[in-house]
């Protein structure tokens, strides 16, 4: 059974960092693109990190860029996003998402409709 797991999320105060984790199994994902999506109720999922299967290409939406590291270790089927400054409006729940076998090194998908694998979700509540 293909699992994400997704794990790091809580609350925390305007200015401080979370470290969000996703651990995958019943399969191999070191050929797929990881990414980092999140939602906020009567919103739809927002893009907002992914690095390609090798880790060599990264790429951020806008309200993350500078603040957000996407990070992978293939070796224990893992994907990490260090968060920092976060913000109020940074508060939603926050999915790991697949790619299967989008092994492009150029460049990394956004949409969430071309992502196949999808996690519960894991909270981040960001207060002012």
């Known amino acids: 059974q293909v699992q994400l797991v997704e794990s790091g999320g809580g609350e925390v105060q305007a200015g401080g960092s979370l470290r969000l984790s996703c651990a995958a199994s019943g399969r191999t994902f070191s050929r797929d693109t990881m990414g980092w999506f999140r939602q906020v109720p009567g919103k739809e999922r927002e893009f907002v990190a992914g690095?390609?299967?090798?880790?060599?290409?990264?790429s951020y939406a806008d309200s993350g860029k500078g603040r957000f590291t996407i990070s992978r270790d293939n070796a224990k089927n893992a994907v990490y996003l260090q968060m920092s400054n976060l913000k109020p409006e940074d508060t939603a729940l926050y999915y790991c998402?697949?790619?299967?076998?989008?092994?492009?090194?150029?460049?990394?998908?956004?949409?969430?409709?071309?992502?196949?694998?999808w996690g519960q979700g894991t909270q981040v509540t960001v207060s002012s």
């Open positions: 998402a697949a790619d299967r076998d989008y092994t492009s090194n150029y460049y990394v998908r956004i949409t969430a409709d071309e992502y196949d694998y």
């Open positions: 690095i390609s299967w090798s880790g060599g290409r990264t």
